[in-house]
């Protein structure tokens, strides 16, 4: 099982990205996927997350709206499309793949997920 991140860069606040999370090993449209980010000094955090069962999407509160999680199975990749980025945005994403998609009290549960894929860092910036 391998997922691999790609798509992140440097952006001017309000631009956009496309991150992508290619799966290899496994089928992907059979499990969920999550992002995560983390910034340097602060803890992991939930960005968003696709089941498998029925396609439904979660997303953190400050993503709602900015961002989309979608899957393309015939490549077997989850992408996340990132617009009107901040600088807040700052950090490495990681793509996971797990049974479900956890989310508690509105947060998308990164114990949830069995397997990580290596990030990409994303650097919002003027």
Do not use: H
Request: glycine residues 14%; positive net charge.
């Amino acid at each position: 099982v391998q997922l691999q991140a790609s798509g992140g860069g440097l952006v001017q606040p309000g631009g956009s990205l496309r991150l992508s999370c290619a799966a290899s090993g496994f089928t992907l449209d059979y499990y969920a996927i999550g992002w995560f980010r983390q910034a340097p000094g602060k803890e992991r955090e939930g960005v968003s997350c696709i089941s498998s069962r029925d396609g439904s999407t979660y997303y953190g509160d400050s993503m709602k709206g900015r961002f989309t999680i979608s899957r393309d199975n015939a490549k077997n990749t989850v992408y996340l499309q990132m617009n009107s980025l901040k600088p807040e945005d700052t950090a490495v994403y990681y793509c996971a793949t797990g049974s479900y998609c956890v989310v508690v009290a509105g947060t998308i549960w990164s114990g949830g997920m069995d397997y990580w894929g290596k990030g990409t860092l994303v650097t919002v910036s003027s």
